[in-house]
């Protein structure tokens, strides 16, 4: 499976942005993708999750009510993925990474991949 995010940027304190993350792979069955970010000198923090299909998510306490992560579907590893991001906040700056658990459908192993991240700097 192979990850890429796009949609970071530098939007101003309050304001909106969304991240995609598209999947793409043959092999393989996704079963859950997640946001993480990673803030200067901090360590990197799950962000949201949702379950392949779309119907499980869970959020960090600091960014319920604020960030909604959603997924389509299209067919085993060709998932998208957004997070939309509003009342965007300084301390939410950090380089988003795109994570998703999946299973290769020919040797049944499971897989953990991220993408390259992106980063999303709020200004105050």
């Known amino acids: 499976v192979q990850l890429v995010e796009s949609g970071g940027g530098l939007v101003q304190a309050g304001g909106s942005r969304r991240l995609s993350c598209a999947a793409s792979?043959?092999?393989?069955?996704?079963?859950?993708m997640g946001w993480y970010r990673q803030a200067p000198w901090k360590q990197r923090e799950l962000v949201a999750v949702?379950?392949?299909?779309?119907?499980?998510?869970?959020?960090?306490d600091s960014v319920k009510c604020r960030f909604t992560i959603s997924t389509i579907l299209r067919d085993n590893a060709k998932n998208t993925m957004y997070l939309q991001m509003n009342s965007l906040k300084p301390e939410d700056t950090a380089v988003y990474y795109c994570?998703?658990?999946?299973?290769?459908?020919?040797?049944?192993?499971?897989?953990?991949?991220w993408g390259q991240g992106t980063l999303v700097t709020v200004s105050s």
């Open positions: 994570n998703a658990g999946a299973v290769d459908l020919g040797s049944a192993k499971y897989l953990e991949v």
């Open positions: 792979g043959s092999r393989f069955s996704i079963n859950t």
């Open positions: 949702i379950s392949s299909g779309g119907g499980s998510t869970n959020y960090a």
